[in-house]
């Protein structure tokens, strides 16, 4: 198991950027939509960061749950990676939720949607716990703060309102083709943070 992890690390760079390849390639040849046009490959990326990143804060919560409680090396380590590349890839839907909504609505920051805001706090919020957690430098310290960002995060996301964006656009679709690639560019997203979370580990520390 180490050995097959190690061997993933190691090429973990060329994995990414053949991935990389497949989202471009997904992004250039899916549909159009009726409304918004070619603006809704922007919304299809939007979606795919916004849903990994939930997901790997809903994988980092038990996983650093364990820790707190066992603290166990492996786990700690884990548990900090997983909530180091949830926010990462938060960071980044953040700046281009900047991007698509502009294209669609005409402005940089839609301050109006509870979306936004709960998007640019928890941003805000995560860059603050993660930087607290580093400088004190304590394993306990660390895990407890990560179920409390991971935590909050999933428990206040499902209970947003919303002002102009549509709750499901590309879920409650009559077209299958849209369906289906916003699935593969999500699939292809995850994938790549995966290996990212992969490679992290080994920075940070030896497998176990």
């Known amino acids: 198991m180490t050995t097959a992890l190690n061997g993933v690390r190691r090429w973990a760079w060329l994995f990414l950027a053949a ?11 899916s549909p159009s939509e009726r409304t918004l ?13 916004v849903r990994t990143a939930m997901l790997l804060f809903a994988i980092s919560l038990p996983v650093n749950l364990v ?9 700690l380590a884990w548990g900090k990676v997983l909530i180091w590349t949830a926010l990462a890839i938060w960071l980044i839907h953040t700046l281009f ?21 709960f998007t640019f706090t928890v941003a805000v919020a995560g860059l603050a716990i993660v930087a607290i957690a580093y400088l004190v430098d304590d394993d306990r310290f660390s895990a407890l703060a990560f179920v409390v960002l991971a935590g ?4 206040l996301a499902p209970r947003l309102g919303a002002v102009q964006h ?6 409650s679709s009559p077209s299958n083709a849209i369906r289906a690639y916003y699935t593969a560019i999500w699939v292809v997203t995850l994938l790549m943070s995966g290996f ?4 992290l580990r080994g920075r940070l520390a030896p497998a176990h």
């Open 19 to 29: 991935l990389g390849v497949i989202l471009f390639l997904l992004l250039w040849l």
């Open 37 to 49: 046009g070619q603006i809704v490959k922007l919304v299809y990326l939007h979606g795919a960061l």
């Open 67 to 75: 820790a707190l409680l066992g603290g166990r090396s492996s786990w």
């Open 97 to 117: 939720s900047m991007i698509t909504t502009y294209a669609a609505w005409g402005v940089f920051i839609a301050w109006f949607e509870p979306r936004t805001r």
């Open 152 to 155: 909050l995060t999933l428990v």
């Open 166 to 171: 549509p709750l499901n656009a590309i879920g």
């Open 196 to 199: 990212f979370a992969i490679w």
